[in-house]
């Protein structure tokens, strides 16, 4: 290939890469922000670090390959950075190439007459074309064009934008693409916040999001926190903790942007109260034990007269799996990449759930002797050993035709049991009924939990390490007690004598 072939559209007037593979590369690592290609040897590496001990901190990956190899190449590949002996690293105009692709929003071929049809005045524009639907990741229902836009809060220096975009689709897209790219959970949580903002601010006849002023966020502040009438006409406040989600994700835009240099000022400064708000979060979404132990009858018992026994029992494993796994929705979502979730079973017959959760980090969480039967029998009826074999790599939940069953499927196998359990609720049970009616597969991970840390004193670290919590206070908020319950720990503490 010959790089001068392709024009940079995220400046104007869109100038041509160098000629040179080397200076391209040179060129998009400028513009990217991280390196795509890099040659190593020893008298490099100590070229650029005061002492081997600094050059073995610094680049660990490369110093243990030199150990054995003259040379090492270091390369930009599906998102992150390998290090390969030189023998095994593709070229360098490969890795060009490569990342031109992946980057197609922004770098194109050059026209055959030479002269873009798009250059005007200014700095860095977004290109808009057959690929445009590719800079919109945010929101569904909101049209493309709305996104597509610049505020009068971008930052129009190339110098300073260090971005290079200039409209509120790729630096969104870029945003999610660093800070919530590595875990789908964060992914779902960040584009969902976003959705609510943009149905806002088009409601109220506001946006791009880079336009809003520090008067506008706070407006839709109150319209997260305002009262609201229920389907039976009951008026009930939003949770905090959902409304401190919301504007956590919001703040994490724009304090982003503006670090970055895409917004010359963050509105959003001090929206959300931050670590404040983790310090002080407290699960609420929680069934009484009761109504668990009423969920858990019912899976147990006989299948609905419409249901195939199969089905049945894969929604007694689903059950089984949440109930007693404690994991988040998505984190039973087959991964054939990496196997996950799969399940070991040790000489003793004690069976493991290894799943992975947010960051990627894998855990193992040891499944209880209450929910082996229900996965046994889904197991058999599928026409699997009862017992997974050692080395198994098969999905643990399947759909109807056969494939791994997704996430809505999981989340609507879960709410089928709630359902039925809130049609064999005692008709004087009203409460119960609404909390079933209610009640998601987080219920259940908040029910795990608080069994774990309140009613059997599991330690802190221990419980944060089956949960997957990155911090320890997540874990200690299921612990956070009224006054009745203090009292009680006190007088048990301190009886009379």
Same mark, same amino acid.
């Given at each position: 290939?010959?790089?001068?072939?392709?024009?940079?559209?995220?400046?104007?007037?869109?100038?041509?890469?160098?000629?040179?593979?080397?200076?391209?590369?040179?060129?998009?690592?400028?513009?990217?922000?991280?390196?795509?290609?890099?040659?190593?040897?020893?008298?490099?590496?100590?070229?650029?670090?005061?002492?081997?001990?600094?050059?073995?901190?610094?680049?660990?990956?490369?110093?243990?390959?030199?150990?054995?190899?003259?040379?090492?190449?270091?390369?930009?590949?599906?998102?992150?950075?390998?290090?390969?002996?030189?023998?095994?690293?593709?070229?360098?105009?490969?890795?060009?190439?490569?990342?031109?692709?992946?980057?197609?929003?922004?770098?194109?071929?050059?026209?055959?007459?030479?002269?873009?049809?798009?250059?005007?005045?200014?700095?860095?524009?977004?290109?808009?074309?057959?690929?445009?639907? @590719?800079? &919109?990741?945010?929101?569904?229902?909101?049209? $493309? =064009?709305?996104?597509? +836009? *610049?505020?009068?809060? #971008?930052?129009? !220096?190339?110098?300073?934008?260090?971005?290079?975009?200039?409209?509120?689709?790729?630096?969104?897209?870029?945003?999610?693409?660093?800070?919530?790219?590595?875990?789908?959970?964060?992914?779902?949580?960040?584009?969902?916040?976003?959705?609510?903002?943009?149905?806002?601010?088009?409601?109220?006849?506001?946006?791009?999001?880079?336009?809003?002023?520090?008067?506008?966020?706070?407006?839709?502040?109150?319209?997260?926190?305002?009262?609201?009438? @229920?389907? &039976?006409?009951?008026?009930?406040?939003?949770? $905090? =903790?959902?409304?401190? +989600? *919301?504007?956590?994700? #919001?703040?994490? !835009?724009?304090?982003?942007?503006?670090?970055?240099?895409?917004?010359?000022?963050?509105?959003?400064?001090?929206?959300?109260?931050?670590?404040?708000?983790?310090?002080?979060?407290?699960?609420?979404?929680?069934?009484?034990?009761?109504?668990?132990?009423?969920?858990?009858?019912?899976?147990?018992?006989?299948?609905?007269?419409?249901?195939?026994?199969?089905?049945?029992?894969?929604?007694?494993?689903?059950?089984?799996?949440?109930?007693?796994?404690?994991?988040?929705?998505?984190?039973?979502?087959?991964?054939?990449?990496?196997?996950?979730?799969?399940?070991?079973?040790?000489?003793?017959?004690?069976?493991?759930?290894?799943?992975?959760?947010?960051?990627?980090?894998?855990?193992?969480?040891?499944?209880?002797?209450?929910?082996?039967?229900?996965?046994?029998?889904?197991?058999?009826?599928?026409?699997?050993?009862?017992?997974?074999?050692?080395?198994?790599?098969?999905?643990?939940?399947?759909?109807?035709?056969?494939?791994?069953?997704?996430?809505?499927?999981?989340?609507?196998?879960?709410?089928?049991?709630?359902?039925?359990?809130?049609?064999?609720?005692?008709?004087?049970?009203?409460?119960?009924?609404?909390?079933?009616?209610?009640?998601?597969?987080?219920?259940?991970?908040?029910?795990?939990?608080?069994?774990?840390?309140?009613?059997?004193?599991?330690?802190?670290?221990?419980?944060?390490?089956?949960?997957?919590?990155?911090?320890?206070?997540?874990?200690?908020?299921?612990?956070?007690?009224?006054?009745?319950?203090?009292?009680?720990?006190?007088?048990?503490?301190?009886?009379?004598?």
């Amino acid at each position: 290939m010959i790089p001068s072939d392709w024009l940079d559209t995220g400046c104007r007037p869109p100038q041509r890469l160098p000629d040179s593979v080397e200076a391209a590369l040179e060129y998009l690592a400028h513009a990217l922000g991280h390196p795509l290609y890099l040659r190593w040897t020893l008298t490099a590496l100590k070229r650029g670090c005061p002492s081997l001990a600094d050059a073995k901190r610094e680049h660990p990956a490369v110093f243990a390959l030199l150990l054995g190899h003259d040379t090492a190449i270091e390369y930009w590949e599906r998102g992150r950075l390998k290090v390969v002996p030189e023998a095994a690293a593709p070229s360098a105009a490969t890795v060009l190439e490569r990342v031109l692709r992946q980057h197609r929003w922004r770098f194109r071929p050059a026209a055959p007459d030479n002269t873009p049809d798009d250059a005007h005045d200014g700095v860095c524009v977004a290109r808009t074309g057959p690929h445009s639907e @590719d800079l &919109a990741p945010v929101p569904a229902g909101v049209e $493309p =064009a709305w996104l597509a +836009r *610049a505020g009068r809060f #971008v930052n129009p !220096l190339r110098l300073t934008n260090t971005l290079g975009v200039a409209d509120d689709a790729q630096a969104a897209k870029l945003f999610l693409r660093e800070r919530a790219s590595h875990s789908p959970h964060t992914l779902r949580a960040y584009v969902s916040e976003l959705r609510r903002l943009a149905a806002w601010c088009r409601r109220e006849g506001l946006g791009p999001f880079s336009d809003l002023t520090r008067q506008d966020l706070i407006a839709y502040r109150d319209a997260l926190q305002a009262p609201r009438d @229920d389907a &039976a006409g009951h008026v009930t406040r939003p949770a $905090p =903790a959902s409304v401190s +989600r *919301a504007l956590a994700a #919001v703040s994490s !835009l724009f304090a982003w942007w503006h670090r970055t240099g895409y917004l010359t000022v963050n509105p959003a400064e001090g929206l959300a109260a931050g670590r404040r708000a983790r310090l002080t979060w407290t699960p609420v979404r929680f069934l009484p034990a009761a109504a668990l132990t009423h969920c858990d009858a019912v899976a147990a018992g006989d299948a609905p007269p419409d249901l195939p026994a199969v089905l049945w029992m894969r929604r007694r494993a689903i059950w089984a799996l949440y109930r007693y796994g404690g994991v988040r929705l998505a984190e039973l979502v087959w991964h054939e990449e990496l196997a996950l979730p799969r399940i070991d079973v040790d000489e003793a017959r004690q069976w493991t759930l290894h799943v992975t959760g947010k960051g990627g980090k894998e855990r193992a969480i040891p499944l209880p002797s209450a929910c082996l039967p229900a996965l046994r029998t889904y197991r058999r009826l599928r026409g699997l050993p009862a017992e997974p074999p050692p080395g198994e790599r098969l999905p643990l939940i399947h759909s109807e035709r056969g494939r791994a069953l997704g996430v809505s499927g999981l989340y609507d196998e879960v709410r089928a049991v709630f359902a039925l359990a809130a049609t064999h609720v005692p008709m004087g049970d009203s409460a119960m009924r609404a909390a079933l009616e209610r009640a998601s597969t987080h219920w259940l991970r908040h029910g795990y939990a608080r069994t774990l840390v309140v009613d059997h004193r599991v330690p802190l670290p221990v419980a944060q390490a089956l949960l997957g919590h990155a911090s320890v206070q997540t874990t200690a908020a299921y612990a956070r007690t009224g006054q009745s319950e203090a009292r009680a720990f006190v007088e048990g503490s301190f009886p009379t004598t």
